[in-house]
């Protein structure tokens, strides 16, 4: 096996939904507020996010993407396949261009989860808002990122929508227009 | 040794690794009797002159000073300089003695590389050089992004990839 094939192998993701689920609930106990778990996860997926798009580029041999929609590919077909190992689909373009949705037929992260009725307002994966958003920012491109539907909490599909909101310019490196 | 120097470069402008891989040559050579009137002690692995420094014997001081040519104010100063329009900076320079080879990521991390004028490889050592960051630096919970890479694991796996470049380097395919 190649060498990346064993780096992806050995990773059970029964271990990882355990883990992550561990995570969610300690939030829970901790803070006892579904909207502030919420925050923290998007916060820590942020810290995440600015770590793993390093790994995605040295990885990938992805260059800087020319628009918002290449950025949309990019995520959904690389990304979420290198790390998740899932494919969305992008559907949902704004007019304009700058808004569009990802929508997940499955999601490691929630397999095997339920939601109890007194968490009705919680945004179990929020870590991968803050993730999309950590890592898009490296790129010197804000956005806002955030779920409109959920399956957990009673939706058909899992959707996350993305908004471009400007390009970052004080850290632009040196010579990028 | 072929490959002479790497640094790491953050966002900011600020370097935040060094690693010098040559043997400065003595600066001054005397002849003692013993006993000697001058303390000696390691520091921060090279040897210093702790007590009795006199006629221009001070141990070996840093390595960086000279090295200290190669900062970060390159990148803007070869935007400036270039003549081509909306260039992102120095990616080689060429001398007798060296080439510097320069990487910069998307995220505005630059890796820079002194090596032999011959060396060969360089471009593949780059990009190594950025999976070893994005494994040992960024993977580990206590490094604070754009800080200085204080990482024993980096340093070990930067020294073998340096090894591996530089015995592949001159027999193997160009760069």
Redo the contacts between chains.
């Keep these: 096996l190649c060498r990346e094939c064993k780096r992806l192998t050995i990773l059970n993701s029964e271990l990882f939904t355990l883990t992550y689920g561990a995570l969610v609930t300690q939030l829970c106990k901790d803070y006892e507020n579904d909207e502030e778990v919420n925050k923290q996860l998007d916060k820590m997926g942020y810290n995440i996010g600015?770590?793993l798009?390093?790994?995605f580029?040295?990885?990938s041999s992805v260059?800087?993407c020319q628009d918002f929609r290449e950025t949309a590919d990019v995520i959904a077909k690389v990304a979420f396949k290198m790390y998740l190992g899932i494919t969305p689909s992008v559907t949902n373009w704004s007019p304009a261009g700058d808004e569009f949705s990802l929508i997940l037929e499955s999601n490691p992260l929630v397999d095997f989860v339920e939601l109890p009725d007194n968490h009705s307002t919680l945004v179990y994966s929020n870590l991968l808002c803050g993730v999309l958003r950590g890592a898009l920012e490296?790129?010197q491109m804000a956005v806002d990122v955030k779920f409109a539907q959920d399956s957990l909490r009673g939706d058909n599909v899992t959707e996350i929508r993305m908004k471009f909101i400007k390009r970052i310019e004080e850290?632009?490196?040196?010579?990028?227009? | 040794m072929a490959i002479f120097s790497v640094y790491v470069v953050n966002k900011a402008g600020g370097l935040i690794y060094q690693f010098d891989n040559y043997v400065p040559r003595a600066e001054a050579e005397k002849t003692f009797s013993y006993p000697l009137d001058l303390v000696l002690k390691i520091h921060d692995e090279k040897v210093v002159v702790s007590f009795g420094q006199r006629d221009g014997i001070r141990g070996m001081s840093s390595v960086a000073t000279s090295s200290g040519v190669f900062r970060i104010l390159l990148f803007a100063i070869g935007s400036q300089l270039s003549p081509e329009v909306g260039s992102s900076g120095i990616e080689m320079l060429e001398t007798d003695m060296f080439k510097l080879h320069c990487f910069q990521t998307l995220t505005g991390i630059k890796f820079i590389v002194l090596a032999d004028p011959r060396q060969s490889g360089i471009d593949a050592l780059l990009r190594k050089i950025y999976e070893i960051y994005s494994d040992f630096a960024l993977k580990n919970p206590f490094y604070s992004l754009e800080m200085p890479i204080r990482c024993e694991l980096f340093d070990q796996n930067l020294k073998g990839a340096l090894e591996i470049a530089e015995k592949a380097g001159n027999f193997g395919p160009g760069s």
């Design positions: 600015v770590r798009i390093e790994d580029l040295a990885r260059g800087r490296m790129v850290n632009l490196p040196a010579g990028d227009e």
